[in-house]
């Protein structure tokens, strides 16, 4: 069955449609449904990549350790993905579906494409039907076995698309007016003395259409049109003779960045930096961390702590921690003061420093250590600590 026939198939008001016209309509649709999709996408492809420069630490009784947990959210959660790219899958999932499943098998991290779910109150929710890809799992999984996220309350999706349902509309009139706006129209004066039989109407049309057809429709080649003694020529375009009131392309676009506007607000993205403005960047990183990224570090960071470790081990000082800091990229001048002075305060150790630039930390124990200068004292004890002295 091809395409067209498909199309028939599903819709009989295009029944007696021809193909052409078919994949017209489904072109114009794809292009109305466009503009959403680009803002969408570039929404979550922004969030993502923002996720992907986080570093899952995982923390062994308050000290940050690499063991098999953090190979795992780091490195290569499976065996057919990496973490860059499971972690893509994640937000995708979660904020296409408001929901994403992630099961563990065979010690190895799987995001569920579909599955089926029996809710409870006072027991685990039971997860069945689970698959990846073309395999599904024949088991069920209990709520305590799974990592199960969800995004919002109401599904953000379902608002973004009821908006377009009648925004795409406007947006589709604009094109269409500035298409008709811009066009080219001419009227052809005469003394025209001919047949008014339908047959005769319809062979001088073909024959006039044949000679204005390739003058209207040449490109930068040029074209000629010979005017015949008797006939003038009128430029109709536009709202005038010169087309002065034409629509502006400007006016769509326009639109679009309403469309842009109202997705990155949904998702708490600048608008900005989807757009790719440069100005005030920093503060629209800022804004992007704290509104964005962090409430979803912390969803994240909260379901895999409560499942992959549980109450005694987090209380225990035993959790993973999502660190942000490399999403911002900072020059290493810029953060040249305020890193001397907290390595002043015995805040940072040069171990810390040297990660935190970028660098392999140093297996020294002098490197662990933590220093204060001597302009601080102990003000129970009116002391002056030494440099070393905790």
């Not at 509104?291 to 225990?316: H, Q, R, T, W």
Request: proline share 1%.
């Amino acid at each position: 069955m091809g395409f067209t026939d498909w199309v028939r198939q599903w819709n009989p008001f295009y029944k007696n449609t021809s193909s052409g016209d078919i994949e017209t309509i489904f072109v114009s649709l794809l292009a109305t449904e466009i503009y959403k999709r680009i803002a969408v996408d570039s929404c979550i492809n922004l969030i993502a990549n923002a996720l992907v420069r986080c570093e899952f630490k995982t923390i062994d009784k308050g000290k940050s350790v690499k063991a098999d947990n953090y190979y795992l959210l780091n490195v290569s959660p499976n065996k057919n993905e990496n973490a860059t790219e499971f972690k893509k899958k994640m937000v995708s999932k979660l904020f296409r579906n408001n929901e994403c499943l992630i099961v563990m098998a065979n010690e190895q991290l799987f995001i569920a494409d579909s599955f089926t779910v029996q809710e409870y109150v006072m027991k685990d929710s039971v997860y069945s039907e689970v698959t990846v890809g073309d395999f599904q799992f024949k088991n069920s999984f209990n709520e305590s076995d799974v990592i199960y996220l969800k995004l919002n309350d109401k599904d953000i999706m379902n608002v973004i698309n009821g908006f377009y349902k009648d925004y795409g509309s406007i947006l589709s009139s604009a094109k269409d007016i500035y298409k008709r706006s811009n066009a080219k129209r001419f009227v052809l004066k005469g003394d025209f003395l001919r047949s008014q039989r339908n047959a005769e109407q319809e062979k001088i049309d073909a024959m006039m259409n044949a000679q204005f057809t390739p003058w209207l429709e040449a490109d930068n080649a040029g074209a000629i049109f010979q005017l015949q003694k008797g006939y003038e020529l009128e430029d109709a375009s536009g709202s005038g003779k010169n087309g002065s009131n034409k629509q502006d392309s400007r006016d769509v676009r326009n639109l679009v960045d309403d469309v842009f506007d109202f997705v990155a607000t949904a998702f708490h993205v600048p608008r900005g930096l989807l757009k790719g403005d440069v100005v005030d960047v920093s503060s629209q990183t800022n804004n992007f961390l704290m509104f964005c990224i962090n409430p979803l570090v912390e969803l994240i960071s909260a379901e895999f702590n409560k499942k992959m470790y549980g109450k005694e081990d987090y209380l225990g000082g035993t959790y993973l921690k999502i660190d942000t800091t490399k999403i911002k990229v900072t020059d290493l001048n810029d953060m040249a003061t305020a890193l001397d002075k907290l390595f002043a305060i015995g805040a940072l150790s040069i171990n810390d420093i040297i990660e935190m630039t970028g660098g392999e930390r140093i297996n020294e124990e002098w490197a662990n250590r933590r220093y204060v200068t001597k302009n601080y004292i102990d003000a129970r004890q009116n002391q002056t600590l030494e440099g070393g002295d905790s």
